[in-house]
């Protein structure tokens, strides 16, 4: 192993179960704890649903930020990490482990590919090697559980036991809108957040065709300060920075998109990604337009999978403005994967453990 390996091991550990992990069957469980920064997308869209079935155990959901150990109770519970954890949620426990009835970390990025990638920028670097890295340190011995997202982020981390969780979202997170009004000015979007340089080098002479062949169109990008300065100088292209997650879905709430863009340039860490664009494009009533990659299939342009072609991105934008059917039945199909995805992870036998 080379000196460079060896030091990056050892600033970038895995996460990885403990030698000897709990079995356990739910009905055994007393309550389930689950600890992240609170609200955010990954409980929603991975666990709220799949806690609220029936016969699930209780569950209470805790913000680290806010960590308050008088209020927990330990025996009995089962704790689920969802992304990041903080030293004292971690000294808890330690100090309980033997009355827990296990503990779990739910992982829906390869975060160490982040890190190490070229888009996010140096302070978000450092939160996530705080919040969600440094502490496997402490967390890797008590870990009983691993669940990801995506079999290929399961590859990246090279942990043969964790247990894939695909996204499983509540119904509330995704029956919003039913589209827009046949008669307003088309509204195309693409949401991300400050990661996404390379997406959003992609689409903007994508747009920037898109605003001189149909004027009457709107776009609205979510961008981070780095990628914003790729969309200057165009009319008709409203920028938002990336908001909390409930400001999120209160906007969705308030507003709606026509058209959802889901690009994904190859890279390490788009590699690992879930279908869970088709979950904002079913809040939205959106169609959506996806790259071809692991996480949305093969291009299929009858689906509106697509090769990273600006041309053909070009074409099947502009089919879609013009054909308000074709819109409803795209919509209609990301709703319909929604359901699927809802279903397989409540029905019998897709139990957390």
């Known amino acids: 192993m080379g000196l460079m390996q060896t030091f990056r091991q050892l600033l970038l550990p895995r996460p990885k179960r403990k030698p000897h992990p709990r079995i356990i069957a739910m009905s055994a469980v007393a309550r389930i704890l689950v600890f992240g920064r609170m609200p955010n997308p990954t409980f929603d869209y991975y666990l709220a649903a799949r806690l609220e079935a029936e016969a699930m155990p209780p569950f209470e959901v805790h913000d680290i930020r806010r960590f308050d150990p008088e209020t927990l109770e330990a025996e009995g519970s089962l704790v689920i990490i969802v992304r990041y954890a903080s030293p004292a949620l971690l000294r808890w426990i330690a100090a309980q482990d033997e009355k827990l009835a296990g503990v779990g970390l739910l992982l829906d990025d390869d975060i160490a590919a982040v890190i190490t990638g070229r888009e996010a ?88 065709q898109l605003l001189a062949l149909r004027p009457e169109i709107r776009v609205e990008i ?104 074709e819109r409803a039945a795209q919509a209609e199909r990301s709703r319909f994967i929604v359901q699927g995805l809802l279903r397989q992870g409540t029905e019998p036998g897709s139990d957390l453990l």
């Open 222 to 325: 979510f961008a981070g300060p780095k990628a914003q300065r790729l969309w200057t100088g165009l009319d008709r292209v409203q920028l938002f920075a990336p908001v909390s997650w409930t400001d999120y879905l209160a906007m969705d709430e308030a507003q709606s998109a026509d058209i959802l863009l889901v690009p994904l340039m190859a890279s390490r860490e788009n590699a690992s990604r879930s279908p869970t664009k088709h979950i904002d494009a079913a809040r939205m009533g959106a169609a959506g337009i996806f790259s071809a990659s692991a996480a949305y299939g093969p291009a299929d342009p009858s689906r509106f999978i697509l090769p990273n072609d600006p041309g053909l991105w070009v074409k099947a934008i502009v089919t879609l403005i013009d054909d308000v059917a």
């Open 121 to 208: 920028d140096p302070g978000y670097r450092f939160f996530l090697w705080y919040r969600a890295v440094w502490p496997l340190y402490r967390l890797n011995r008590h870990l009983d559980w691993l669940w990801l997202s995506t079999p290929g982020l399961k590859q990246a981390l090279g942990e043969p036991g964790a247990k894939v969780l695909p996204p499983c979202p509540a119904p509330r997170f995704w029956q919003g809108h039913d589209g827009r009004k046949q008669g307003d000015a088309v509204v195309i979007a693409y949401h991300a957040t400050g990661i996404h340089v390379s997406e959003h080098r992609f689409l903007r002479p994508v747009v920037e």
